[in-house]
């Protein structure tokens, strides 16, 4: 089998003399393309009305309690990543810790989920784009066109380099800080038109009914929130040091990520005029106005530029993160045209590669899913549930193998571990997975037809029914040699020359 030793990728044996990864991403430049993808900025203001309308001002608390729950799934992936620093996150990870039939099923969802996940960031971001250009977004042929400028934007950067696209995450990562943490505060410190105690108040929302139900249905505040740390992990052959910094920058992009979603969600809580009408559900696009009753035109306007360039870098780091699971999956023979989409094209600068001809699926599927919401205009929010649950899924199934291996006897052996409190994270983060996942599909409104109630678990269904049959049928697995389920084995030779070292 062959091994994993820090410092030597696959990649860099596989391939010595030709075109191959350069490490070229540090610790901030980590950090930054894991933050862009989670996103506070896209992720509050694509989902600030749909969470107000569910469960109100309380629907704040649903940050602290999914951060909570996804640090312990971070930890988690933390020593994975540390033992095992290789392109690709979820699938590598899924193959060495179980193997490569589970590993195809993990990457076939996460794939799908991923995709979807950027078609849902490119929607949201229409009507701030469209504002921004002074288009009417609200036909639903310019809805689809910036969308699909959106994708094809983020894929001409993506496809000069690595350096341009650490490039792009600093800048959103500066925009994030700037835009929306720092008017967050400016909203709290001097616009505030409500006390801090709304933050309590469910302003009705719930009715005649329980109040619990309505909080419930409002996880998907949090729940869409709290993910793209793992993205970290999937550019691993093009990190310095990355058994050392990645586990670092997934830790520290849920940590900025909790302050700067919390202080921006609070910020355009207190300082909207119009609260009720808001919570009511009769304002369709929120946030601008309070923006602008607060700073004024000038305001507005740097406001939709950061709010463009926050939505371009998150979408530009999903594109990333969905096209190195692409070349991963590839590499191994575990897909078809796995010849084309493995290999690796010079960049444009900076000496090192790109897997372009899989930056071309990462960015064609997407936009292939936006023609579909061309005539299915309102199913925005159940794409995006569906996204949220099938990447749960799969980070479920990494922290399930991980466990499974621990009670083989696996402690992993990376230089980043949790030490005797491993095993206990690891059995957390599972509860907590169990419990998200069934919150994302729990049925909504009883008043729904059928297929709406359970679109979410319906579209997981197909993808994971298409995806068993494919591999059933075709067998792809069966084409790759590489390793798998060997945890254990490669701990132990990590841990001897080490000591061999020493």
């Given at each position: 089998m062959t091994s994993i030793i820090p410092n030597?990728?696959?990649?860099?044996?596989?391939?010595?003399?030709?075109?191959?990864?350069?490490?070229?991403?540090?610790?901030?430049?980590?950090?930054?393309?894991?933050?862009?993808?989670?996103?506070?900025?896209?992720?509050?203001?694509?989902i600030f009305a749909v969470g107000l309308a569910i469960a109100g001002p309380p629907s704040i608390w649903w940050f602290f309690i999914v951060a909570a729950g996804q640090l312990l799934v971070a930890l988690v992936f933390g020593e994975i990543v540390s033992q095992y620093p290789i392109t690709g996150g979820i699938y590598p990870w899924a193959r060495r810790l179980w193997d490569r039939k589970f590993a195809w099923l993990a990457a076939w969802i996460y794939m799908w989920s991923l995709a979807v996940t950027t078609t849902a960031v490119v929607q949201f971001a229409v009507p701030f784009l469209g504002q921004l250009f002074r288009i009417d977004h609200a036909g639903s042929l310019r809805t689809l066109l910036i969308a699909q400028g959106l994708c094809l934007f983020a894929f001409a950067l993506n496809s000069m380099g690595t350096k341009t696209l650490a490039m792009v995450a600093k800048i959103g990562f500066i925009c994030e800080l700037v835009g929306v943490l720092a008017l967050g505060l400016y909203l709290l410190a001097f616009e505030r038109h409500h006390p801090f105690s709304v933050l309590f108040d469910s302003m009705g929302v719930a009715k005649e009914g329980s109040y619990l139900a309505a909080f419930l249905l409002a996880a998907?505040?949090?729940?869409?929130?709290?993910?793209?740390?793992?993205?970290?992990?999937?550019?691993?052959?093009?990190?310095?040091?990355?058994?050392?910094?990645?586990?670092?920058?997934?830790?520290m992009t849920i940590v900025v990520g909790l302050i700067g979603a919390v202080v921006s969600y609070a910020g355009f809580i207190l300082a909207a005029p119009n609260l009720q009408q808001i919570v009511n559900g009769e304002v369709t696009d929120p946030i601008p106005a309070i923006v602008e009753a607060s700073t004024g035109r000038l305001g507005i306007e740097l406001f939709l530029i950061v709010a463009a360039t926050i939505f371009l870098s998150a979408a530009l780091s999903q594109q990333a993160a969905l096209s190195r699971l692409l070349y991963s999956f590839a590499r191994d023979n575990m897909v078809?045209?796995?010849?084309?989409?493995?290999?690796?094209?010079?960049?444009?600068?900076?000496?090192?590669?790109?897997?372009?001809?899989?930056?071309?699926?990462?960015?064609?599927?997407?936009?292939?899913?936006?023609?579909?919401?061309?005539?299915?205009p309102d199913s925005v929010v159940q794409v995006t549930s569906f996204a949220v649950i099938g990447i749960y899924v799969c980070f479920q199934m990494v922290v399930l193998a991980?466990?499974?291996?621990r009670f083989k006897g696996w402690s992993p052996a990376g230089p980043w571990t949790l030490g005797w409190a491993g095993g206990i994270v690891n059995v957390l983060a599972l509860v907590y997975g169990i419990i998200a996942m069934v919150l994302l599909a729990w049925p909504g409104n009883a008043s729904l037809n059928f297929v709406d109630r359970w679109i979410v678990l319906i579209g997981l269904a197909v993808v994971t029914g298409s995806g068993v049959l494919y591999m059933v049928i075709a067998q792809p697995y069966g084409h790759s040699s590489g390793a798998e389920g060997d945890a254990i084995e490669v701990a132990e030779r990590l841990r001897k020359e080490r000591f061999a070292r020493s």
């Open positions: 030597t990728t696959v990649t860099e044996r596989s391939n010595a003399g030709s075109t191959r990864f350069k490490r070229s991403i540090g610790l901030v430049s980590n950090f930054a393309l894991g933050f862009t993808y989670l996103s506070p900025g896209a992720g509050v203001l694509s998907l505040v949090g729940l869409w929130q709290f993910y793209g740390f793992e993205a970290c992990g999937d550019v691993a052959e093009e990190v310095e040091e990355p058994e050392r910094k990645i586990p670092v920058a997934m830790i078809p045209g796995s010849r084309w989409l493995s290999r690796l094209h010079e960049e444009v600068a900076g000496g090192g590669a790109v897997p372009r001809n899989a930056m071309i699926v990462a960015c064609s599927v997407p936009m292939v899913i936006n023609s579909w919401l061309y005539f299915k991980a466990l499974r291996q």
